[in-house]
């Protein structure tokens, strides 16, 4: 298996911007290591198991038989052996960058890791569409073309297991897409999912649920149920499609090739940011995500807690509704 995974990567110190994009240099460039090293680790760089090999004085293996007659072991050895090699995969990173706003000079990552691909008269904020260039350049090469966010992470290593499983299950004209997850041990509840799930009057979503509403036939296969070894999971189409990030097989990819609006520059959904991970998926595919009950079984975390933390601390109209999690059997004190 191939894959080729594209990144927009941009920094512009800006204390008071809302995106991770202006923030911590540091942090930003410890969230961009951690996704390139994951994605490697995980896919491409070789694993191992040790296993201890018992020798004769000769140095021939030591086995049962010489156990059964008395003879002493000579020599423990601990050997390395190939692990997971039915995971091994090539995983090609390609950052994309607008001039030198960035922080690839903080990485501390051996040469090789990624390529950059650099467009410095492009406007920051139109730097993802640039990814889709990218991906288009390529294609025929890879088996996955794939978008990510310069702050999410993969831990799953069977996440692109997971994939080409769901596609042979339903097709290419459904699309998986992970929840996005957040860590804050300051929170009453540790990890957190970060997309909305439904909206209510007033909130800042509910202009993008409406814009996805125009695309997305909620009544066409709205769940799609699989077996799996525990029992069944539950994919339901995505009432927040965006997850900042897309892994389509190369099938998927030149049917969304095959649409006139393909890279196209614009911010319908939500705006330059959020559109090119998500304008032309909704558009194309049936979108999915694994339903809350089994939410972890397809998931990528969000490096940082910018959401989960300030679901809580800065919008306390926001609040946990302690009947679902005692259910749960899990009741909370303040």
Known sequence: ??????????????????????????????????????LKTLFESPQAYCRYDLQNADG?????ADLQAGRPIARSLANYYAANEALHTRVDIVLSTAGERHVLDRLGLPQGMYERRDFPDVDPKLLGFTCQDVLKERRGEYDYYCYMEDDLV?????????????????GAEAVLLPH??????????????????????GSELVERLSFAQKYIDFAERPVL?????GGNVRFVKARNPHSGCFFLTAEQFEHWLSRPYFGERTGEFSSTFESPATWGLIRTFGVYKSDFPMAAFFEIEHAGARFLGQSLSKEPQKRINEESFAREGIHFSF
């Open 60 to 64: 021939s293996r030591f086995t049962d």
């Open 225 to 229: 149920m699989a077996s799996m070894p």
């Open 154 to 170: 993969v831990h799953d290593p069977l996440f692109f297991q997971k994939l080409a499983w769901f596609d042979a299950l339903f």
């Open 180 to 201: 996005r997850f957040e860590y804050n041990e300051q929170c009453v509840f540790p990890k957190g999912y970060v997309e909305t799930d439904g909206f209510e009057a």
């Open 1 to 38: 298996m191939k894959i080729l995974v594209t990144i927009p990567h941009y920094y512009a110190h800006d204390p008071q911007g809302i995106y991770a994009s202006n923030g911590d240099p540091e942090r930003k460039a410890g969230n961009l290591r951690k996704l390139i090293v994951h």
